[in-house]
Protein backbone atom coordinates (compact mmCIF):
# COMPACT_ATOMS: atom_id res chain seq x y z
CA UNK A 1 0.00 0.00 0.00
CA UNK A 2 2.94 2.28 -0.06
CA UNK A 3 3.16 4.94 -2.95
CA UNK A 4 6.26 6.73 -4.01
CA UNK A 5 4.79 10.25 -4.22
CA UNK A 6 2.88 11.93 -0.80
CA UNK A 7 -0.62 11.62 -0.96
CA UNK A 8 -3.04 14.33 0.08
CA UNK A 9 -6.56 13.26 0.50
CA UNK A 10 -7.89 17.23 1.38
CA UNK A 11 -10.83 19.02 1.17
CA UNK A 12 -10.30 21.92 -1.18
CA UNK A 13 -11.75 23.90 1.70
CA UNK A 14 -8.05 23.47 3.19
CA UNK A 15 -6.21 23.99 -0.01
CA UNK A 16 -7.70 27.27 -0.35
CA UNK A 17 -6.93 28.26 3.32
CA UNK A 18 -3.34 27.07 2.76
CA UNK A 19 -3.31 28.71 -0.73
CA UNK A 20 -4.78 32.15 1.35
CA UNK A 21 -1.93 31.70 4.01
CA UNK A 22 0.79 32.04 1.64
CA UNK A 23 -0.44 35.32 -0.07
CA UNK A 24 -1.17 36.79 3.45
CA UNK A 25 2.65 35.76 4.55
CA UNK A 26 3.70 37.27 0.81
CA UNK A 27 1.31 40.56 1.75
CA UNK A 28 3.38 40.96 5.09
CA UNK A 29 6.79 39.91 3.25
CA UNK A 30 5.97 43.03 1.01
CA UNK A 31 4.83 45.49 3.52
CA UNK A 32 8.07 44.92 5.46
CA UNK A 33 9.96 45.29 3.05
CA UNK A 34 8.65 48.95 2.12
CA UNK A 35 8.57 49.87 5.82
CA UNK A 36 12.59 49.13 5.57
CA UNK A 37 13.03 50.79 2.85
CA UNK A 38 11.32 53.88 3.81
CA UNK A 39 13.13 53.89 7.01
CA UNK A 40 16.56 53.19 5.51
CA UNK A 41 15.68 56.52 2.82
CA UNK A 42 14.51 58.70 5.77
CA UNK A 43 17.53 57.71 8.19
CA UNK A 44 19.59 60.77 7.58
CA UNK A 45 17.27 63.66 8.14
CA UNK A 46 15.48 64.14 11.25
CA UNK A 47 12.61 66.15 10.20
CA UNK A 48 11.95 63.30 7.73
CA UNK A 49 11.71 60.40 9.84
CA UNK A 50 9.66 62.20 12.69
CA UNK A 51 6.88 62.70 9.41
CA UNK A 52 7.72 59.45 8.85
CA UNK A 53 6.81 58.38 12.33
CA UNK A 54 3.31 60.94 12.44
CA UNK A 55 2.35 59.24 8.88
CA UNK A 56 2.29 55.47 10.25
CA UNK A 57 0.89 56.68 13.92
CA UNK A 58 -1.94 58.11 11.95
CA UNK A 59 -2.39 55.06 9.76
CA UNK A 60 -2.54 52.54 12.89
CA UNK A 61 -4.97 54.58 14.47
CA UNK A 62 -7.37 54.22 11.51
CA UNK A 63 -6.66 50.84 11.63
CA UNK A 64 -7.19 50.51 14.85
CA UNK A 65 -10.66 52.39 14.59
CA UNK A 66 -11.28 49.97 11.46
CA UNK A 67 -10.77 47.20 13.44
CA UNK A 68 -13.23 48.46 16.08
CA UNK A 69 -15.80 49.22 13.91
CA UNK A 70 -15.69 45.63 12.30
CA UNK A 71 -15.07 43.41 15.59
CA UNK A 72 -17.75 45.84 17.37
CA UNK A 73 -15.01 46.57 20.45
CA UNK A 74 -14.77 49.78 22.12
CA UNK A 75 -12.01 51.27 20.06
CA UNK A 76 -9.29 49.08 21.06
CA UNK A 77 -7.07 46.57 19.53
CA UNK A 78 -8.23 43.27 20.45
CA UNK A 79 -6.28 41.34 22.83
CA UNK A 80 -4.10 38.42 22.40
CA UNK A 81 -6.31 36.12 24.46
CA UNK A 82 -9.30 37.43 22.32
CA UNK A 83 -7.09 36.55 18.21
CA UNK A 84 -6.49 32.93 20.60
CA UNK A 85 -10.34 32.60 21.13
CA UNK A 86 -10.80 33.49 17.56
CA UNK A 87 -8.46 30.89 15.53
CA UNK A 88 -9.17 27.81 18.06
CA UNK A 89 -12.83 29.04 17.96
CA UNK A 90 -13.74 28.19 22.27
CA UNK A 91 -13.50 30.73 24.26
CA UNK A 92 -11.57 30.48 27.96
CA UNK A 93 -13.29 28.22 30.78
CA UNK A 94 -14.06 30.65 34.00
CA UNK A 95 -13.20 27.16 35.52
CA UNK A 96 -10.53 24.73 35.48
CA UNK A 97 -11.83 20.91 35.99
CA UNK A 98 -8.11 19.66 35.78
CA UNK A 99 -7.24 17.39 38.92
CA UNK A 100 -3.81 16.44 39.74
CA UNK A 101 -2.63 12.91 38.51
CA UNK A 102 -2.36 9.67 40.77
CA UNK A 103 0.99 9.35 42.07
CA UNK A 104 2.79 6.49 40.33
CA UNK A 105 5.60 4.39 41.91
CA UNK A 106 8.12 3.91 39.20
CA UNK A 107 10.91 3.11 40.94
CA UNK A 108 9.45 -0.55 42.37
CA UNK A 109 8.06 -2.17 44.60
CA UNK A 110 10.33 -4.37 46.08
CA UNK A 111 7.94 -7.48 44.86
CA UNK A 112 10.50 -9.60 43.34
CA UNK A 113 13.29 -9.18 46.42
CA UNK A 114 12.68 -13.12 47.98
CA UNK A 115 13.07 -12.91 52.19
CA UNK A 116 12.39 -9.01 52.24
CA UNK A 117 8.58 -9.91 53.67
CA UNK A 118 7.67 -7.39 51.24
CA UNK A 119 6.30 -10.30 49.16
CA UNK A 120 2.78 -9.50 47.73
CA UNK A 121 1.19 -12.77 47.28
CA UNK A 122 0.41 -15.20 50.01
CA UNK A 123 2.25 -18.74 50.47
CA UNK A 124 0.44 -21.40 50.63
CA UNK A 125 1.14 -23.86 53.63
CA UNK A 126 2.80 -26.29 50.87
CA UNK A 127 5.09 -23.52 50.23
CA UNK A 128 5.79 -22.85 53.77
CA UNK A 129 6.57 -26.98 54.65
CA UNK A 130 9.09 -26.78 51.81
CA UNK A 131 11.03 -23.43 52.83
CA UNK A 132 10.72 -24.46 56.37
CA UNK A 133 12.39 -28.17 55.48
CA UNK A 134 15.21 -26.60 53.23
CA UNK A 135 16.48 -24.57 56.62
CA UNK A 136 18.54 -26.56 58.97
CA UNK A 137 17.43 -27.69 62.70
CA UNK A 138 19.30 -26.59 65.24
CA UNK A 139 19.15 -26.90 69.01
CA UNK A 140 16.86 -25.08 71.31
CA UNK A 141 18.32 -24.84 74.78
CA UNK A 142 14.96 -23.87 76.43
CA UNK A 143 13.58 -26.88 75.62
CA UNK A 144 16.47 -29.18 74.41
CA UNK A 145 15.12 -30.37 71.36
CA UNK A 146 16.38 -30.20 67.45
CA UNK A 147 13.90 -28.23 65.50
CA UNK A 148 13.36 -25.01 63.84
CA UNK A 149 13.71 -22.74 67.02
CA UNK A 150 15.66 -21.63 69.82
CA UNK A 151 15.69 -20.13 73.24
CA UNK A 152 14.03 -16.85 72.04
CA UNK A 153 11.17 -18.36 70.28
CA UNK A 154 10.87 -21.93 72.07
CA UNK A 155 7.09 -22.68 71.69
CA UNK A 156 7.44 -24.54 74.95
CA UNK A 157 8.52 -21.08 76.81
CA UNK A 158 6.55 -19.68 79.22
CA UNK A 159 5.73 -16.43 78.53
Known amino acids: MACKKPIFDLEG??????????????????????IHSCVSLAQGNELTLSALVDN???????????????????GSVSSKA???????????????LIKPPKVSKNKGTGVHVHGSGSDKRLKSDKEK?????????????EC?????HDIRNCPGKEK
Open 144 to 148: KKMGY
Open 129 to 141: IVEQSQKKKRLCK
Open 82 to 96: QDIELLIGASVPTEI
Open 13 to 34: NVLEQCVQAVDRKRLLNNLWCE
Open 56 to 74: LRSLRLDLESQSSIVDGSS
